[in-house]
Structure formats: structure tokens, C-alpha cells
């Protein structure tokens, strides 16, 4: 597997107990300092999935799904041994991976977020028809900590499929690491009996961030990929929109879009009207049902018949070619000249960046990553405060010129604008004339 598509959510070092970001960086000077120098809570997705101490350390449940040529994905093995995992087999091995050597897959199972490094190996067996196929996992309660095991699962699956059955470092792995659930119906975090993860009460809460290795980050590619599309799925992110992206085997590559639409949204303004963007990473046709009851989610399949089920989304992505489930959506796919502006601005802070930093190597490109989601915060915060500002004020009224101050177009983004003060229950006035309306 390529180095590149391996990239971590978070940063890759695990001698460091919290991220080592610094989140008064995400917040503009307009808005000025946090009460006491530091921020009790920061989201990557304008919602309330926070990380906690007990969490860091501690995952719940361990499995291994292999591919047996009568009964199609099982679940080998797992660990606690009563786990519910239905569904898990069809998650860890995803649809169309039989037609890769490796892959590695992030996903959802109710309230939990799993990780699983799949492998696929020939073989001389005639019973497994020339190739064994299997996935290791874990299961989290969030999607922040997974990638401090893809090292391990992936040596594990290799272990798996040399060595068919020996689950001893597994159960191992599993005693060192685990943690225990939360009883239904209360409050609690994940409790972790191990002394290397000793639960306490965090004095603040902690950004998710993410650090990435040689030769390029997962934002990075992000932006490369999408260019001045970025901002359309900017747009959706902040409306808190329903989005899928769709992209052949491999999948892993494709996890990261959906972490990275999620992180466009970021921002630590209170007393929105606002939902929780969820990310699901992976979904396959067994998720359907669960997906008809959210109102604002991020996945990824590699299953093409999620395009004709439109009542699913509001934006499909297949690979680069955005399109919207309804009418009403169509104007918020075209890329203003307003959103061009702000590639060149971030095109130009990153390139700025490397070129101060270029003495600093690998040191440089993870910074890369600060600058990207700092960009994003910032201009998020900077437009909700602006449109709060001007709610509170007198005459409530929304002009050309702050549209322009907060990074809009007042023709292309007013349909934009329009949908985001509606979603949010922002009063003001738009004083910016209707294209399509001349006076």
C-alpha cells in the first residue's frame, strides 16, 4: 500500500499523551482572546463530538471478518467474545475490495467508530480458490484515537493470513488496550481499567487535529483534488448538508474526504441554531435504512446505487463531479468568483508557509495541515460573527460590502448566503439585489 494513502487522522506520534495543536491559533484576532487564555470546548465539526482523556488510550471491542468462499464476509473471531459486530463483516471488508491486495477502511456500527486493514493474499488452495482474504479491526468510541493502531492491524492481518487461527497477540493487544463501555441511559466516557490510561477530568477539551508523514497530507490532497470545488463543498458542509462521496476500491483515501469535509465546517461559535455534521465514513446498502432518519451526516461507499437513491442526500460526489439531489441545491454548485478568490488566498498561505519553512522538511508539511484547517476556522468564525454583528444592530441590514468583508460574492454566494441565515435562524436583511431580479 502506498505510503501516501495510509495517512493518519491524527498525528502518528504516540509519545504524546493530547495533540500537539494549539487551538487559540484557530481563532481570529477579531474576535479576541478566550476568557482565562484557553477555550473550554473546540469542535472539528461545529458539533458536540468531543474527545476525552478516557477515550484517548482505550478501545472496546477487536475482530478478524475473513472471506470464506461458501458463506461469503464473516466474523472470524472477536474479542469481548459477545460483541455485537452484525453488519461489521461488510464494513471491514468493503464492497469491491476483493480486487485490491491491501486496503484499510474507517466506519460506523451505531455509536461507534471502527478502523480495519484489510489484506488480500493468493494462495495453492483449491478450498480458498487462490486468494484468502481477510480484515482486523477495532472499535472506538471515537474515530480520533483509531489511527494510533493501523501500524498493528495492518501486521496483524498479515499475521492473520500466514498464520490462519493464532490469535494470541490479539487477545494480548486487546488486554492491554481495552476499555469498557458506558452503562445505557447514563453520562458516562469510556472507562479505561489500565494504568497507562487512567481516566481523569480533562481541564479543557481537545481539537481533533491532523498531522500527516511524508510526502503530502490528507488535506493537502484534498485541496489538490477538489481546487475550486472545495468551496462548493465548503458551502454544503457549513449548511450541514447531507454528503456522500462515491470513488471505486480503494476506500481509505476516500475516509479521509469525509473527515476532511467534516473539519470545512470548524468553528467555536456559540449560540447557533445547529445540528451535529456526523461522520460516518463508510456506508454500504445495509446503512440505507439508518440513513433515511439523519439530516446531516459525511460518508463514502464504493456501492454505485447510492446515486439513484437521491432522497439519501443533498450532494453526491463522484470523485470530482458534484451534483445535487434537487433543484433548489443546483445554485449552490456553481463556483463563485468569490470562491476562487479564497483558493488563491489559501494557495497563496500555503505556499507562503513552505517557503519559510522549506529548511524544516517533513516539519513543514505537517504545519501545512495547521494552516489549512486555521484558514477555514477563521473564515468561519469571521462570517458568523459578521452576520450575528449585524442581526443585533439596528437596522439588521446585510450589505454588498459585508459580503465582501466575510469572503462572499454578493451575486454568485447570495443563494448561499440566503440558505445559511435560514439554517442557522440568522435575522438580518439582505440589502444585495437579485441577479435574476434586476431592478
Known sequence: MASEEKLPLLDNDDTHDFPRYNPKSLVPNTLGPYPDGQPERITISASNCFLTLAEQDSIVALFVVAFDTRSGNIIEWCVPEDTELDGVEFKAMTSGSHTLSS??????????????????????????????????????????????????????????????????????????????????????????????????????????????????????????????????????????????????????????????????????????????????????????????????????????????KTHLYDIYVDNQNVKASSMGMKDLLKVSDGDKEKLVKLNNLRSAHKFSTQELGEEAYTNEEEIITSFFTEMNERLFQTLLDISQSQDRQLTSDHMKSIGLDPTGDRAFLMELVEHYGIDVVLMVDNPCCPK
Open 103 to 308: 486496503d484499510f477502511v474507517y466506519f460506523r456500527k451505531d455509536n461507534l467508530f471502527g478502523l480495519a486493514c484489510f489484506e488480500n493474499m493468493k494462495v495453492e488452495s483449491e478450498i480458498e480458490r487462490g486468494a484468502r482474504m481477510k480484515s482486523v479491526g477495532i472499535l472506538s468510541l471515537s474515530y480520533t484515537t483509531l489511527y494510533r493502531h493501523m501500524q498493528f492491524l495492518e501486521k496483524q492481518v498479515r499475521h492473520q493470513l500466514e498464520t490462519p487461527g493464532n490469535y494470541s497477540q490479539l487477545l494480548a493487544f486487546y488486554n492491554d488496550r481495552k476499555g469498557i463501555l458506558p452503562s445505557e441511559g447514563t453520562s458516562e466516557t469510556l472507562r479505561a481499567p489500565s494504568p497507562r490510561s487512567t481516566p481523569s477530568t480533562p481541564s479543557r477539551e481537545i481539537l481533533p487535529e491532523m498531522k500527516i508523514t511524508h510526502p503530502a497530507g490528507c488535506f493537502s490532497q484534498f485541496i489538490k483534488f477538489f481546487e475550486e470545488q472545495l468551496f462548493v463543498l465548503w458551502k454544503f458542509a457549513l449548511l450541514q448538508r447531507r454528503i456522500i462521496f462515491f470513488s471505486p476500491p480503494p476506500i481509505g483515501v476516500v475516509c479521509y474526504r469525509v473527515y476532511c469535509a467534516c473539519c470545512l465546517a470548524n468553528h467555536s461559535i456559540q449560540g447557533l441554531n445547529s445540528i451535529e455534521l456526523r461522520p460516518h465514513f463508510y456506508v454500504n446498502v445495509a446503512d440505507i435504512e439508518a440513513l433515511e432518519t439523519e439530516v446531516a451526516y459525511v460518508a463514502c461507499t464504493t456501492e454505485k446505487i447510492f446515486e439513484s
